[in-house]
């Protein structure tokens, strides 16, 4: 069991607190997503996880033992991060070694087939990869690595809808096969809706969520038909997301699923919907 506790961290840049008394409890063996606008302090939170930086106030714990100068706590955790923090001049095949020397558990053999798949060819050198290829790179490394605490930092950077597609479908069969904590932060949040089991919302630092995707999204639902009509049933209640195109609009109530009013909505001739992450994501941070 990998719990990591977050009691308390804050952590502040001159005049800049990026976070602020954030208190996380993470559980082993699920998917979270790490979700918040630009600057919320996403990046910082994992920085400090993974003793990248130091806390200003509190500590980050997994199964009781501090990460801060810990290589017994921090050795099961991988991160992959935005930035490419890898010798430019070397070549993929022997990072994949290198990394290898740092996690026992990184399985070589996985490493090489998922670089055929993706079509990554491993005698490049790091400096000569695209943008898209320099995130597969960093993704197989991640997945391979057989790590207890899997960080992702964007993990989709540069990559078309076909290797985005490819990354979460291995992403969730790696997870399947050998389960592991794994917490994807990005700002593609309707793309990793279906993927993550559990969100964390932060803005401006300090954390404002932490709740299943499951129970989220049972607690609105979307509500289309004639603008007039819609009008009429939402009357009332609090709506997000709001889009009207010529007669027809769409609502997202915030209301329990169970509690949405059938017999109005038969009467106004209006269909439901199952509400967009995304859009309960804007609704929660505005």
Known sequence: MKTIQIKGVSKVYGRTKALDKVDITIES?????????NGAGKTTLLNLMTNKIFPTEGEIVIDGETVLENDKALRNIFYMTEQNLYPEGERIRNIYKWTKEFYPSFDMEYAKGLSEKFGLDTKKKVKDLS?????????IAALASNADIVLFDEPVLGLDANHRDMFYRELISSYSESPKTI????HLIEEVASVIEE???IKEGKLILKQSVEELLSGAYIVSGEASRVDKYIQGKKCVGIETI????SATVLEAVN???????EELKLEFARAELQKLFISLTN
Request: hydrophobic residues 40%; without cysteine.
């Open 29 to 37: 063996n699920r998917i979270y997503g790490l979700l918040g606008r």
């Open 131 to 139: 943008t898209g290829y320099a995130s597969i790179f960093k993704a």
């Open 183 to 186: 917490i994807i932060s990005t």
């Open 199 to 201: 969100a964390i919302i």
């Open 246 to 249: 010529g007669s027809f609009k």
């Open 259 to 265: 509690n949405r009013d059938e017999a109005l909505s």
